[in-house]
């Protein structure tokens, strides 16, 4: 069965309802790495997504300070025009190159934003991007209508197709919308972490807007092979490390909420993980989820959410446990 498509809110583009986030493959070395990883892997991780259907993938300059772009860019070389997956990418996180593990600078002046697309697109190889994206609101004291209406410009010269908004409040996609269409919203949004589908995916549908969740699997905690005792042995330089999701006594509680979805899961004869983003990208208004995986063998732990379907019996259950 092919995996499901739809619309990307009023834009052209049909997207599959799972995306490949390209965050760990970035490596070790910045403020939200995931530890160490192998590149002919990720290479390899992202031919793989392509050849079972999957037909964006998403990525940031920030991940991995470039490094997760390159690598992207690797991946593209080896694929077919025809292969060859939507590439999604982001703006607006700069590092400190004296101190890279520091926190990332939120920085979305115009002259910045530029300045990232071109490295951007000399990194992915590429001469457009499908959809750009803003990363997280400014903290620089530029002005929305500045930073905003610099995307327009960058589609008006035919640099990138769309553009979209990561990690918007529900006030600050209403100041954006006033200045242009945003084409799409990238909130957090897992059966752990559900609170943008109260608001912002919401405002989403009743503007247009397409919605690409992050995060389905809550960083790997909703997946079978997470244990309290994986939490303990990640990578020192490992941001979840620092996360209170992956810290008693929240998690417990989450790896609690995984168990619930093994009885759904063998209904299926599918994975825990398949359910956790199947339920995800039910969510009415959800286009699609963005699902990380750091090897081939990965994909195969998830890809069915693709073409699950789950039933009305599914989701109480599933409501009843979260």
């Not at 982001?90 to 190159?97: A, E, N, T, V, Y």
Request: with cysteine; hydrophobic share 45%.
């Amino acid at each position: 069965m092919a995996l499901q498509r739809r619309a990307l809110g009023n834009t052209d583009l049909s997207i599959t309802t799972v995306g490949l986030g390209a965050w760990a493959i970035g490596g070790s070395g910045w403020a939200y790495g995931w530890g160490a990883q192998d590149d002919a892997s990720s290479v390899a991780t992202i031919v793989r997504a392509a050849s079972l259907g999957i037909n964006w993938i998403d990525t940031a300059p920030i991940y991995g300070l470039g490094h997760s772009e390159v690598v992207v860019g690797r991946a593209l070389r080896e694929l077919s025009a025809r292969e060859r997956p939507l590439v999604f990418t982001k703006c607006g996180m700069l590092h400190d190159p004296k101190d890279p593990v520091r926190e990332p600078e939120r920085n979305l002046s115009p002259a910045s934003i530029r300045r990232e697309l071109e490295a951007s697109l000399g990194r992915l190889g590429v001469d457009q991007i499908d959809l750009y994206q803003f990363h997280w609101p400014d903290a620089s004291g530029t002005p929305l209508a500045d930073s905003w209406g610099e995307l327009g410009l960058l589609i008006d010269e035919g640099k990138i197709r769309y553009a979209g908004v990561c990690n918007f409040t529900l006030d600050q996609l209403r100041q954006a919308e006033a200045i242009r269409h945003v084409d799409s919203i990238q909130p957090p949004f897992s059966l752990i972490r559900q609170g943008s589908g109260a608001d912002v995916i919401p405002w989403a549908a009743g503007h247009g807007s397409g919605v690409i969740v992050y995060s389905p699997l809550q960083s790997g905690i909703l997946t079978a092979s997470f244990s309290a005792a994986r939490a303990a042995a990640l990578a020192a330089d490992d941001w979840r490390r620092r996360s209170a999701d992956f810290q008693e006594p929240a998690l417990s509680r989450n790896l609690a909420l995984r168990d619930a979805l093994i009885p759904i899961a063998e209904r299926h004869h599918t994975s825990v993980s398949a359910i956790a983003i199947a339920w995800a990208t039910q969510f009415p208004a959800v286009t699609g989820a963005i699902v990380g995986a750091r090897s081939p063998e990965q994909l195969d732990d998830w890809i069915d959410a693709g073409k699950l379907r789950l039933t009305a019996e599914d989701l109480r259950e599933i409501a009843a446990s979260s």
